[in-house]
């Protein structure tokens, strides 16, 4: 394993949710972080929560932009990792009200920003580091109705890895694949519901709860410290995927 002191670490969707536990982890292991958002205002509570002085900065962006993602990679400069967490809450109607515009909406942000992600991020990550994108569980488990847009954009980034992890190699490129976790955007998909939705969860999760932040940014680190790791989705989800 290859420790993270000393190596810089830019996390988009660094503001809030799974992001920023990665950033605050990263933190902790000696690393320097830039967080990224599209909100100043998020990035600036962010900065203030983290409270590491000159080891974190954050740059305002919006990944579905190719010219603001061209713009933060040179204002970053040379780094060693690139996380992305970063996302919208996913279509869910069941398809035959499905709003394409919508659809469109959450490709551009998940699926195209991560291409453009990659692009623009080969200019100035070192050979040998990394990406690491994230998917998540309703690729394995879609919800139904409603769940065949997500889970299709969820799957297709473990191909995008195994491919782009040979293109560029000797850097490194992979997926984090979480269940489900306490974020703010569990609030916009479900509102004052969340709390049943969560206790509902986690009485079937063999992890007998739901995940907080802290508890997946391990998997991230890993990915970004295991130098033989590549083209591989993990899956840190408390056993979601087995029921």
Request: no cysteine; net charge negative; hydrophobic share 45%.
């Amino acid at each position: 394993m290859v420790g993270l002191a000393g190596q810089k670490i830019i996390v988009v969707g660094g503001s809030s949710g799974i992001g920023l536990g990665v950033a605050k982890a990263s933190l902790e292991s000696g690393a320097e972080v830039v967080i990224v958002g599209r909100s100043p205002d998020k990035l600036r509570a962010a900065e203030q929560s983290l409270d590491a002085g000159p080891q974190v900065r954050s740059v305002v962006a919006d990944m579905t932009e190719e010219a603001d993602l061209a713009r933060l990679f040179s204002e970053a400069g040379a780094f060693d990792h690139l996380v992305s967490t970063a996302g919208t809450p996913p279509p869910g109607d069941p398809i035959e009200r499905t709003d394409m515009a919508m659809v469109r909406r959450f490709v551009d942000n998940k699926l195209i920003g991560a291409v453009m992600l990659a692009k623009h991020a080969v200019t100035s990550l070192r050979r040998g580091g990394s990406m690491t994108f994230t998917s998540g569980i309703n690729k394995d488990r879609p919800p139904v109705p409603g769940g065949a847009v997500v889970s299709a954009i969820a799957g297709s980034f473990s191909f995008f890895a195994r491919a782009l992890a040979l293109e560029l190699a000797p850097t490194r490129v992979n997926i984090v694949s979480p269940g489900w976790v306490d974020t703010p955007m569990w609030d916009e998909i479900v509102g004052a519901a969340k709390s049943d939705f969560f206790a509902g969860m986690a009485g079937r999760l063999p992890a007998g709860r739901i995940a907080a932040p802290a508890d997946i940014a391990p998997a991230y680190l890993y990915l970004m410290s295991s130098a033989f790791t590549t083209g591989e989705t993990i899956h840190i989800d408390g056993g979601h995927g087995l029921i």
